[in-house]
Antibody, heavy 117, light 111 residues
């Protein structure tokens, strides 16, 4: 079955760090660009970051630049999002996703990240 | 950032009747021979699922009662005959300008 499975979400204090992982299965991971998106009741759906097939191209939305780092391990079929200096406004469901340029054709089930003291 | 404006935001529909959702962009989404506009469905408690890509291409497994149309800055998702399983929030998304952006979402409910 083609799927993406996130892990690593949880409760963290403001200023803290968290690393999300996304395990891919059922398809050739190394053939696809990968993305992280997030969803909140207030701001809706938002692209957070994207990474190219090889990992040498990375993109971040302005609000997370310098704080979040996207990476991938094609030998382990796994995508990562290292989140540092977390803020209350980073509280969201984080989705791992797959897709060609400018698109998303597969979503994970989501991981809840809560930033609160 | 590119703003996508969906209307209506709430859409009560009688079973078996058609439904239409509009998505308007502040800039043209055409580039390199493609138009980067997709539609997603999010049922309650689930992750989003893509229905339509590049304006009018239906994803595998998506019922043919769903169709997409439009060009440039104006796009439409149509459901020819609404079924109970179509209760969801529908989002359009542009993939031309980084950061890619979503519309606010349209909540479809059964009247």
């Amino acid at each position: 079955e083609v799927q993406l499975l996130e892990s690593g979400g949880g409760l963290v204090q403001p200023g803290g760090s968290l690393r999300l992982s996304c395990a891919a299965s059922g398809f050739t991971f190394s053939n696809y660009g990968m993305r992280w998106l997030r969803q909140t009741p207030g701001k809706g759906l938002e692209w957070v970051s994207a990474i190219s097939v090889s990992g040498d191209g990375t993109y971040y939305t302005d609000s997370v630049k310098g704080r979040f780092t996207i990476s991938r391990d094609n030998s382990r079929d796994t995508l990562y999002l290292q989140m540092n200096s977390l803020r209350a406004e980073d509280t969201a469901i984080y989705y791992c996703a797959r897709g060609p340029r400018g698109d998303v054709d597969l979503w994970g089930q989501g991981a809840l990240v809560t930033v609160s003291s | 950032d590119i703003l996508l404006t969906q209307s209506p935001l709430s859409l009560p529909v009688t079973l078996g009747q058609p439904a239409s959702i509009s998505c308007r962009s502040t800039q043209s989404l055409y580039a390199d021979g493609n138009t980067y506009l997709a539609w997603f469905q999010q049922r309650p408690g689930q992750s989003p699922r893509r229905l339509i890509y590049k304006v009018s291409n239906r994803d595998s497994g998506v019922p043919d009662r769903f169709s997409g149309s439009g060009s440039g800055t104006d796009f439409t998702l149509q459901i020819s005959r609404v079924e109970a399983e179509d209760v969801a929030v529908y989002y359009c998304m542009q993939g031309k300008f980084w950061p890619y952006t979503f519309g606010q979402g349209t909540k479809l409910e059964i009247k």
